[in-house]
């Protein structure tokens, strides 16, 4: 959420120009946002305002404003319009009548009532009425009002921006709520946030881990970091190399319809997945594919690859955004729009991922890629801005409202993503695509919740897959 203050001018009324009867009014319509600000400014959290589970249990039965929420408008219409700059406020007594609830349109009259020379304090009548001309708070307010002229321009204020990051985690995690819980493979989770990670997602339904390493390095964990893993099963171990090719194994036999790296290193685990005697290779290139929630993006973004490919060829670019659509598809996004990234947004012979973008836009034509609309060379800018597109003449239904990014190359994708993620706050999954089933490749530097994201992603894919299997 934005609150944007525009600059306006401020003009009070001095004691001696208000007459018995004079009044100004200020009408504000409360939104979600507005509960959540007041709540921040005050700390009061109380939760029949900030719970929507349990304000639903309550008198009102669903969340309604602070009750000064509708007072602080009094003191905004005293403080900056009536008698504005200069006011001082002596006494207030105010009856909150009926709730404001989320959506009502609140329209604040403030009234002079009596004036008294001597002190130069004025009383004031205070109504506030909603959209159905219902009281929500009356009162009075005792002032002393201001003996000289002031007008100025109102002081400009910072946008608010509101990002809560449990709010977007719990969002995804709803998405798979009511699916059964899909078992999936996890190889060597032999430290704190690998264990807890899997455990977190089976805690939410998303998964049945099984957890494939040394089991009494799992279980030194588990009890060192307070981890439930009772009622898991653990696939016991010698080593890093040997749980990468268990978890394999596994998922090759039909045990796990999912795999997830834990704290072993990518090389290990990607080796067996890649093995062309006993991995889960497909016809398909394999490609690692974040899912980024970004709070000052206005849509999803898929970011490939940034993990597996170092320098793709055109050919396999090919198979990586293919591979995105699929997902971008199973997130319930029809028709993704495809940028194609570069440096530059025109074709430049001596720029290889410019030529690339051109050929991969013409494929897309030829219907070499389905299910996307495609367009490169974008730059970044470009790309998620539709005032750098303009600005720039960029005429594109790709351009400012990209979905899929498709990066030149592992290293300029995996800055994007590491800055979107820890410079911009996004809520960030990663997964595996191309194989025989979705693989959950995270950092070592991830959180639990990243890797539980992961695997919420993850769940999505494999109950795709059963759809298409017939199962």
């Not at 100025?152 to 819980?181: C, W, Y």
């Not at 190889?187 to 990670?197: T, V």
């Amino acid at each position: 959420m934005h609150i944007n203050q525009q600059q306006r001018m401020i003009v009070n009324r001095t004691f001696d120009e208000i007459q018995i009867g004079d009044n100004a009014s200020l009408t504000r319509t409360l939104h979600a946002d507005d509960i959540k600000l007041f709540a921040i400014m005050t700390g009061d959290v109380n939760p029949a305002v900030v719970d929507p589970e349990f304000a639903h249990s309550g008198i009102f039965r669903e969340v309604v404003a602070h009750g000064m929420w509708s007072g602080s408008l009094i003191s905004t219409v005293l403080g900056t319009q009536f008698p504005g700059p200069g006011t001082i406020l002596i006494d207030q007594s105010l009856h909150f009548a009926r709730p404001v609830r989320v959506g009502d349109t609140i329209t604040i009259t403030i009234t002079a009532k009596q004036k008294f020379e001597h002190n130069k304090h004025i009383i004031l009548d205070c109504l506030c009425l909603n959209q159905d001309g219902l009281p929500v708070v009356q009162g009075s307010a005792e002032v002393l009002a201001p003996t000289q002229k002031v007008e100025r321009q109102a002081m400009h204020m910072p946008d608010v921006t509101f990002d809560n990051k449990e709010e977007r985690f719990n969002r995804l995690i709803s998405r798979v709520k009511g699916l059964e819980p899909i078992p999936m493979a996890v190889a060597h989770p032999c430290d704190r946030e690998s264990l807890k990670g899997p455990v977190m997602a089976a805690q939410e339904g998303i998964i049945e881990p099984i957890l494939v390493g040394p089991e009494s390095k799992i279980r030194a964990v588990a009890e060192e970091f307070d981890i439930d893993i009772s009622g898991i099963r653990i696939v016991d171990t010698k080593h890093s190399h040997e749980s990468a090719a268990l978890a394999v194994t596994l998922v090759r036999t039909g045990d796990a319809e999912a795999l997830m790296k834990g704290s072993l290193h990518t090389d290990e685990l990607m080796g067996e997945v890649v093995s062309r005697a006993n991995g889960l290779r497909t016809a398909r290139r394999i490609s690692h594919v974040f899912l980024m929630d970004v709070p000052t993006y206005h849509r999803p973004l898929l970011i490939t690859d940034a993990a597996i490919n170092i320098a793709p060829t055109l050919e396999e670019k090919v198979d990586i955004i293919q591979n995105a659509i699929d997902l971008a598809h199973i997130l319930g996004i029809p028709d993704p729009k495809v940028a194609i990234l570069s440096a530059v947004e025109t074709v430049n012979p001596k720029i290889q991922s410019t030529l690339d973008a051109a050929a991969l836009c013409k494929m897309a034509d030829r219907g070499q890629i389905k299910g996307g609309t495609l367009d490169g060379p974008l730059a970044f800018d470009n790309a998620v801005s539709i005032e750098a597109a303009i600005t720039k003449g960029i005429k594109s239904s790709v351009a400012g409202h990209a979905e899929i990014l498709v990066v030149p190359d592992l290293e300029s994708g995996n800055m994007v993503a590491k800055q979107l993620e820890y410079l911009a706050n996004a809520l960030t999954a990663g997964v595996v695509l191309g194989a025989k089933v979705p693989i959950v490749l995270t950092s070592r530097a991830d959180t639990a919740e990243t890797r539980t994201a992961s695997c919420a992603v993850a769940a999505l894919i494999a109950h795709a897959n059963r759809k298409k299997s017939g199962a």
